[in-house]
Nanobody, 117 residues
């Protein structure tokens, strides 16, 4: 069964750090490794926005708002992608989701990140 399960969110003070994980299941290894994965977030009342991307060759891209603070990585053996978030700001608050480029319609339940000022 195809699944994406995000975890690692929580409540943190501004300036703090969190590490999010996105565990995939049901995706064969060659498909997992052959495509990019993305992290998105959605703040209350706002549209979902792309935060970070890691390509199959491990090239990365970030939204301007998180550059220098967030780091995306992937473990192909574990079929898991991570998002290390440092120097968190209240505007980083939102529900964070991962997405696999081959399965664009597949979404997990997300993990909530709340940053207090």
């Amino acid at each position: 069964q195809l699944r994406l399960v995000e975890s690692g969110g929580g409540l943190v003070e501004a300036g703090g750090s969190l590490r999010l994980s996105c565990k995939t299941s049901g995706i064969i290894l060659s498909v997992f490794t052959g495509h990019a994965m993305d992290w998105y977030r959605q703040a209350p009342g706002k549209q979902r926005e792309l935060v970070a991307t890691i390509e199959s060759n491990r090239d990365t891209n970030y939204a301007d708002s998180v550059k220098g603070r967030f780091t995306i990585s992937r473990d192909n053996v574990k079929r898991t992608v991570y998002l290390q978030m440092n120097a968190l700001k209240p505007e980083d608050t939102g529900l964070y989701y991962c997405n696999h480029r081959y399965y664009r319609d597949l979404w997990g339940q997300g993990t909530q990140v709340t940053v207090s000022s």
